[in-house]
């Protein structure tokens, strides 16, 4: 398990860079899938029909699980080389979790034991060593969109989107991080 920081629990939806939507109300602070049990900001979506700016769909961004932690399940290998050195991979192929989407990984790091720099370093009770390594995430997940959304006003006489435009919608995520210790 991996505990997820308290950075990662929410984000902005005004930082999304959003074209179609814009954020109804005045709270763009939404909650990722680890954050608060709270529900998200709300959207809309609008659009020029026959002259007048239309409302076609608004909803909420999903709310959090308020689960802390992810399973962080992985082929983990390390190879022993000369001069107390090590090099690792970490690896899990694409996973189809549920109904949520999925996911993978992809690691590699090295490890150097300094005891043998250090002046009186073979006696010490304990081993230093330095450390480093870069993991790729990508997560991705459908969205339950339907045509069905949009708000039914009677003054909206068209909607510009046919079904189609709602099918096949996807989030992905792909994060990058190093660790240095």
Same mark, same amino acid.
């Given at each position: ?76 290998? &390390?190879?022993? %080389?000369?001069?107390?050195?090590? @090099? #690792?991979?970490? /690896? *899990? ?5 549920? =109904? ?20 009186? &370093?073979?006696? %010490?009770?304990?081993?230093?060593? @330095? #450390?480093?390594? /870069? *993991? ?5 997940? =459908? ?39």
């Amino acid at each position: 398990m991996a505990i997820v920081p308290d950075a990662a629990k929410s984000f902005n939806v005004n930082e999304l860079g959003l074209q179609k939507l814009e954020l109804e109300g005045n709270n763009p602070i939404s909650p990722t899938i680890n954050g608060a049990e709270e529900t998200g900001s709300l959207l809309a979506a609008y659009e020029e029909i026959n002259g007048s700016r239309q409302k076609l769909l608004e909803f909420n961004m999903p709310e959090g699980s308020g689960f802390s932690y992810v399973p962080a399940p992985m082929i983990k290998a &390390g190879v022993g %080389l000369i001069k107390d050195t090590e @090099v #690792m991979l970490r /690896y *899990t192929p694409k996973t189809k979790i549920g =109904d949520f989407g999925n996911f993978n990984l992809f690691g590699v790091g090295a490890k150097h034991g300094i005891n043998q720099w250090l002046p009186g &370093g073979k006696m %010490l009770p304990v081993n230093l060593s @330095v #450390m480093f390594g /870069y *993991t790729n995430m990508e997560v991705g997940s =459908d969205l339950d969109l339907a045509a069905d959304d949009v708000i039914q006003d009677p003054n909206n006489t068209e909607n510009p989107y046919n079904a189609s435009k709602w099918e096949g919608q996807t989030v992905e995520m792909n994060t990058d991080s190093w660790t240095i210790n």
